[in-house]
């Protein structure tokens, strides 16, 4: 059994989303950067990328790689499978990162955009998204990072980022979960973060015990990419911290 670092990434990009972060780490401990259902080339998991059918993918992936402790990372919709895989394995956790992400569920008028978004994605395509993706990086983002993310973007196909939309409007709300996540816990947030912005972020920090909170500045809400080397160095810190490295 070997000790893991699961990453989970956020919408509508892949697994591919982490690669700095696997790189520069395995070479210190084994590093897991599962695609969620539908995702890169996973096979899709329906109409509906349900938190439990992405949770259930995880603990597949940590079976097969053989994993023992572990340290779950989740970004964003990577978070919200993150909280899932808590409900359900908390027994795994060696320590948990909760990067750009919130514990709330959609409200009512936030889960009507999801199904629109679907029911856009399923009808056109997913070109629009890659024209017009929304703040997933800063104003001070260069052209070259963009073209990146547009371009892990137009690898996903459209039904399984419609999938994942409706999963996301379906998630429960998981803040009656963390007074109980009982692991070492590290909330992560970014100034220029407008898609969850520090104000929906940083309560996590006060309502899970002991969690530390580490803010990075002028960055927007992909802070792995945009500041890859920070974000690096704050799972490094937490990895040692669980007495992973
Ligand atoms: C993400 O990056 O995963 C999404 O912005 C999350 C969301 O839409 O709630």
Redesign the pocket.
């Known amino acids: 059994m070997t000790d893991t670092l699961l990453l989970l990434?956020?919408?509508?990009?892949d697994g591919s989303m982490w690669d700095l972060q696997v790189q520069a780490l395995s070479g210190t401990i084994q590093v897991l950067a599962p695609s969620l259902p539908g995702f890169g080339t996973q096979p899709g998991a329906g109409n509906v990328m349900t938190m439990e059918g992405a949770a259930r993918r995880c603990l597949e992936a940590l079976d097969t790689a053989e994993a023992g402790r572990v340290v779950v990372c989740g970004?964003?919709?990577?978070?919200?499978a993150a909280f899932e895989l808590w409900r359900r394995a908390p027994e795994r956790f060696a320590g948990l990162v909760l990067s750009?992400?919130?514990a709330g569920a959609?409200d009512e008028a936030?889960r009507e955009r999801?199904y629109a978004l679907a029911e856009r994605l399923e009808a056109e395509g997913n070109g629009f998204l890659v024209d017009t993706p929304?703040p997933?990086l800063s104003e001070g983002a260069d052209e070259e990072l963009w073209q990146h993310v547009r371009d892990i973007i137009a690898a996903q196909p459209a039904e399984a980022l419609a999938a994942a939309?409706r999963g996301?409007a379906e998630r429960p709300d998981s803040t009656g979960d963390l007074a109980g996540i009982s692991v070492p816990t590290l909330v992560i947030s970014s100034t220029a973060d407008e898609?969850?912005p520090p104000a929906a972020t940083t309560p996590l920090a006060e309502q899970i015990p002991n969690a530390q909170l580490e803010m990075i500045e002028g960055v927007g809400?992909?802070s792995n990419l945009e500041a890859p080397g920070e974000f690096t160095l704050l799972l490094e810190r937490h990895l040692t911290l669980c007495g992973m490295l």
């Open positions: 990434h956020g919408f509508p990009v970004l964003s919709m990577g978070g919200y750009n992400t919130r959609d936030g999801r929304g997933l939309a996301m898609l969850i809400h992909l």
